[in-house]
């Protein structure tokens, strides 16, 4: 998978993708980023990408001719024109499907915003997918570009390791994830739950399934009632 982050604030991307399993995909090469600074393309001579708005309002706008040569500069070198993620909190909320969707492409462009938003006008000429990541207001698209490509990079083969396998977890399913536990057997005077030290593994598996559903129903009704809804699809 190749990553290209459009952006005004390129080392906040680079520090966030430099860790953890981002940083071992990236040193492995799984997973390529490629973080290119929209003021670099700018044509003034103060090197502006912002400007006031028409109609005026509080707060500035980014202007289209920065981030237009920004990506013909991008697809000229690629010599392809990638899928643009522009990240707002006016796009279809992210979950986990559209990152599934996402995960077969070959490279994705994301478009970061910052100030009141960007020129309508460049955005209805390169933009293919406006994404938001839940319904609360950010300073700017680099965390939620953050949040996908996190989101994208570990369904991509080989960017997980046979322990961290991408299945069983939350949502693969529509339910959340069972509890764990790890040694010792008592703490905090709490006991680890006796059908996991049984060796009996279909018992541990209908157990954990119990459990799922049990957490799911309590913390994510919402999430339960689709499941159910589902359940009886197949059935
Ligand atoms: Cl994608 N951008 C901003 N600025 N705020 C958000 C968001 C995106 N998603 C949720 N809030």
């Known amino acids: 998978m190749k990553y290209y982050v459009m952006t005004l604030?390129?080392?906040?991307i680079e520090t966030g993708m430099n860790s953890s399993i981002l940083g071992r995909a990236r040193?492995?090469?799984n997973i390529d980023l490629t973080v290119v600074n929209i003021r670099d393309?700018?044509?003034?001579?103060?090197s502006r990408v912002d400007d006031y708005p028409?109609?005026?309002?509080?707060?500035?706008?980014?202007?289209?001719?920065p981030v237009y040569r920004c990506y013909e500069a991008l697809c000229s070198e690629l010599g392809e024109r990638p899928r643009?993620?522009?990240?707002?909190?006016?796009?279809?909320?992210?979950?986990q499907k559209m990152a599934e969707e996402l995960s077969t492409e070959e490279s994705l462009v994301f478009l970061c915003g910052h100030y009141e938003g960007i020129d309508e006008?460049?955005?209805?000429?390169?933009?293919t997918d406006y994404v938001s990541?839940?319904?609360?207001?950010?300073?700017?698209?680099?965390?939620?570009?953050?949040?996908?490509?996190?989101?994208?990079a570990r369904l991509v083969p080989g960017v997980l390791h046979n322990e961290e396998s991408a299945g069983e977890e939350s949502f693969s399913e529509g339910l959340l994830e069972y509890p764990q536990y790890t040694r010792p057997v008592e703490i905090l005077g709490r006991e680890v739950p006796e059908v996991l030290l049984s060796g009996h593994h279909e018992n541990i598996r209908q157990w954990r399934q119990e459990q799922a559903i049990e957490r799911t129903k309590q913390r994510r009704p919402d999430?339960?009632?689709?499941w159910q809804a589902e359940q009886g699809e197949n059935s």
């Open 9 to 12: 604030f390129p080392e906040m």
């Open 54 to 65: 028409y109609g005026g309002g509080a707060g500035m706008v980014m202007e289209a001719e």
């Open 41 to 46: 393309y700018t044509l003034d001579k103060h």
């Open 121 to 127: 006008r460049v955005l209805e000429e390169i933009v």
């Open 133 to 152: 990541i839940g319904d609360y207001v950010l300073t700017g698209g680099e965390l939620p570009a953050m949040v996908m490509m996190d989101a994208i």
């Open 84 to 95: 643009v993620v522009y990240l707002t909190p006016q796009g279809a909320v992210f979950h």
């Open 223 to 226: 999430l339960y009632a689709k």
């Open 27 to 29: 040193k492995e090469g």
